[in-house]
């Protein structure tokens, strides 16, 4: 059974927790846990690209074409092709180390560049996926905590045109977890996160 949707409001804009499928959500951008490479890949990354079609392929390898790969921590955006959103952000996590290698800041920073990508183009709305814990091993329960604090600190610091911020869960377990995280930010915050 699919998790109820919980969420926050901060500086005006909606931050919602949801399970679901990525590739469903009709906000004007998804994100997706890309790699360096910009090739597609497993994982979500694999499901995007399938559901979006060539065009988004394509337009990657343009990007890798200009400006070489894209370093972790950093964020392009493409058309959505075939997806219901107008655009993909592609973002790179971080393989987690067992975090001492900058792994909470990296993560933060794909978080941000991607809010940030989404801002300068006037966005309304974002989903993104739970960058990194795939594949690439970073513990839900820490990464769900950096994901929330970098949206909360990224929408509290600037104002824009984002009215909208889902962070799409695809599995019951990671659904849990990033509930878990915003209630207890909110709990430490006083009500607030
Ligand atoms: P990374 O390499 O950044 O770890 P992965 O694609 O391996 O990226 O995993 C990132 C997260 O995306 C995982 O928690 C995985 O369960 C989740 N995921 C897989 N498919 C989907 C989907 N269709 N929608 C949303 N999240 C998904």
């Known amino acids: 059974m699919k998790g109820q949707a919980v969420g926050a409001t901060i500086n005006q804009v909606r931050l919602r927790i949801i399970q679901g499928d990525i590739t469903q959500q009709d906000t004007d951008a998804i994100v997706n846990a890309a790699n360096s490479s910009l090739m597609g890949g497993g994982g979500v990354d694999g499901v995007i690209h399938r559901a979006g079609g060539p065009a988004i392929l394509e337009e990657c390898k343009q990007i890798v074409a200009r400006q ?7 964020a392009v955006m493409t058309s959505g092709g075939n997806l219901k959103a107008r655009y993909v952000i592609h973002t790179v996590g971080p393989i987690w180390h067992g975090g001492s290698r900058g792994e909470e800041e990296l993560l933060a920073s794909a978080y941000r560049e991607s809010l940030k990508l989404a801002a300068e183009n006037h966005l309304g709305s974002i989903s ?23 949206v909360s600190h990224f929408l509290r610091e600037k104002g824009t045109c984002l009215r909208e911020v889902v962070l799409v869960l695809f599995e ?9 995280a915003l209630n207890e930010i909110i709990k430490v915050n006083n009500g607030k996160v």
Do not use: C, N, Q, W
Not at 68 to 74: E, H, N, Q
Not at 172 to 180: I, L, R, S
């Open 128 to 150: 993104f996926p739970s960058i990194s814990t795939g594949a690439y091993g970073y513990p839900l329960d820490k990464a769900s905590r950096v994901a929330i604090r970098a």
């Open 68 to 74: 070489g790969r894209l370093a972790t921590g950093k």
């Open 172 to 180: 019951a377990h990671a659904f849990k977890a990033y509930t878990e």
